[in-house]
């Protein structure tokens, strides 16, 4: 079956400071990742997704992230926090030949100014 | 284009009570899902719709919750009766339904149960 971690809660980070939020999944044959993003009271929005290719995939507001097979990990990834990057985000895993999206639990991310 | 539209945003129920929740997918999107999201965990699937049939409705609580998708455009996902920990945010999803697209949320409707 396929899953999906995200072994930090929560992660403080200074403006103007890169950002990491970490994410590992296990899934049988080829993965496609992705990451949402969650602000208070809205519905999840789409950042970022790997399907293929070069393993540095770039998406909204600045945020990208790296694909890496063998630690079977998508850290998402922005040089530079701002603020208004403060949220809930979720990395999620579909596999190949499903439709189905299973998402991780979430790690909140917090912005201090 | 116009996303996707989910009413009604917020719920108060007592339990044992019903409640209904509808879901106006992006035009053209075959594959409708619901899902549930309790407070401090991730989205879980309900159902998935492809157009008005069922693909997967195996993590649906059968004995009180029922969906349905008529004519394969607008669903409605009904609780009938409420509990407790039925308290969350429900969110619906469409997608084209090609295996390397995401899918695009709703706002979502937050059901209180009290």
């Known amino acids: 079956a396929q899953s999906v971690a995200q072994p930090e809660d929560q992660v403080n980070v200074a403006e103007g400071n890169p950002l990491t939020v970490k994410c590992t999944y296990s899934?049988?044959?080829?993965?496609?990742l992705f990451w949402y993003v969650q602000y208070p009271n809205r519905g999840l929005q789409f950042l970022l997704k790997y399907i293929t290719g070069d393993n540095l995939v770039k998406g909204s507001y600045g945020f990208e992230a790296e694909f890496n097979k063998s630690q079977t990990s998508f850290h998402l990834k922005k040089p530079s926090a701002l603020v208004s990057d403060s949220a809930l985000y979720f990395c999620?895993?579909?596999?190949?030949?499903?439709?189905?999206?299973?998402f991780g639990k979430g790690t909140r991310l917090h912005i201090l100014p | 284009e116009a996303g996707v539209a989910q009413s009604p945003r917020y719920k108060i129920i007592e339990k044992r009570q019903s409640v209904a929740f509808w879901c106006n997918p992006i035009s053209g999107h075959a594959t409708l899902y619901w899902y549930q999201q309790i407070l401090g965990q991730g989205p879980k699937l309900l159902i998935q719709f492809q157009n008005n049939g069922v693909v997967d409705d195996s993590q649906l609580p059968k004995d009180r919750f029922s969906a349905e998708r008529l004519k394969g455009v607008d669903s409605t996902l009904k609780i009938q009766p409420a509990k407790l920990e039925d308290s969350a945010v429900y969110l619906c999803?469409?997608?084209?339904?090609?295996?390397?697209?995401?899918?695009?949320f709703g706002s979502g409707t937050r059901l209180t149960v009290v």
């Open positions: 899934v049988s044959g080829n993965p496609y």
């Open positions: 999620a895993v579909r596999r190949e030949g499903d439709d189905k999206i299973i």
């Open positions: 999803a469409s997608s084209l339904g090609r295996i390397d697209y995401g899918y695009t």
